[in-house]
């Protein structure tokens, strides 16, 4: 059993908990980055249905998607030198932090190629070949008509991506790396105020992801700010239609009754 709970602690954990924000947020930056890019390159066999590669790419990501991320870390770092070995690579003296971010990276680009690919799917083909008969080529139709549209549809998914990559760097503690989770657990074990000092690390995940939830909505009102004039344009046209019908309805009544009065 532990001490007795004291509030005082959650908020003296809190500050000393904030120093590790740094290692939370560099793990969280990076595998997000760089899984960008490993998500890009594993969704374009899907998109473009290249035979070999799509097979490969279903694999990876059916098995970054099914398996869960403790077991890829430990994967990583305990296997993934093992087979170095056989082409005689010592990676040893390796920081335990690089294999936190390369598991990290190849998690995130497996649900990153998944929402790319459906974020492309989602844009209108028919604006596509818009784009190709007013001479656009493939690569001027997709940076021009289908990269921001699919930018700006992707957005919700992407937040919900980085968020939930956020809580997930809460296992590299399981691999040694001193984030805010690990330091929440040795300031626990050394006062014997666990209750206190995940509360006050509780209390430091919802912040941050309060505050991410709050910048990606607001990049995405920013780039859906065309669609959202288009819609206010709409609906200025269709109430201008309406008033003009009912303005030619009650023309067409009062002519109705002055010829039913002859």
């Known amino acids: 059993m532990g001490a007795s709970f004291d509030i005082t602690y959650v908020f003296d954990y809190f500050i000393k908990i904030l120093p590790t924000l740094k290692i939370t947020l560099l793990?969280?930056?990076?595998?997000?980055l760089l899984g960008l890019g490993v998500g890009f390159i594993v969704a374009l066999p899907r998109l473009y249905n290249i035979p070999v590669l799509k097979r490969f790419s279903q694999v990876y990501v059916s098995f970054f998607r099914g398996t869960p991320?403790?077991?890829?870390?430990?994967?990583?770092?305990?296997?993934?030198?093992?087979?170095?070995?056989?082409?005689?690579?010592?990676?040893?003296?390796?920081?335990?932090?690089?294999?936190?971010?390369?598991?990290?990276?190849?998690?995130?680009?497996?649900?990153?190629?998944?929402?790319?690919r459906g974020a492309v799917a989602a844009v209108d083909r028919g604006q596509v070949e818009a784009a190709y008969a007013v001479g656009m080529t493939g690569r001027q139709?997709?940076?021009?008509?289908?990269?921001?549209?699919?930018?700006?549809?992707?957005?919700?998914?992407?937040?919900?991506?980085?968020?939930?990559?956020?809580?997930?760097?809460?296992?590299?503690?399981?691999?040694?790396?001193?984030?805010?989770?690990?330091?929440?657990?040795?300031l626990g074990s050394l006062d014997q105020h666990f209750v206190e000092s995940y509360l006050a690390l509780a209390l430091a995940y919802y912040m941050i992801?309060?505050?991410?939830?709050?910048?990606?909505?607001?990049?995405?009102?920013?780039?859906?700010?065309?669609?959202?004039?288009?819609?206010?344009?709409?609906k200025w046209n269709i109430r201008l239609w309406k008033k003009r019908s009912y303005q030619k309805l009650g023309g067409d009544l009062e002519i109705s009754k002055g010829g039913a009065g002859l």
């Open 209 to 234: 992801s309060f505050i991410l939830e709050k910048l990606f909505i607001r990049l995405e009102r920013r780039l859906l700010r065309h669609e959202q004039r288009v819609t206010a344009s709409s």
């Open 27 to 32: 793990i969280v930056a990076s595998s997000i």
């Open 69 to 116: 991320i403790l077991i890829q870390l430990f994967l990583f770092y305990y296997g993934l030198p093992e087979i170095l070995k056989l082409i005689h690579i010592d990676v040893s003296k390796v920081p335990s932090l690089y294999f936190v971010i390369l598991t990290y990276t190849l998690h995130s680009g497996a649900f990153m190629s998944e929402t790319i």
């Open 141 to 186: 139709a997709f940076a021009r008509i289908i990269l921001p549209q699919a930018l700006a549809i992707s957005i919700p998914v992407f937040a919900n991506l980085v968020i939930a990559n956020l809580k997930d760097t809460s296992l590299a503690f399981s691999l040694g790396i001193m984030e805010m989770t690990g330091k929440a657990q040795s």
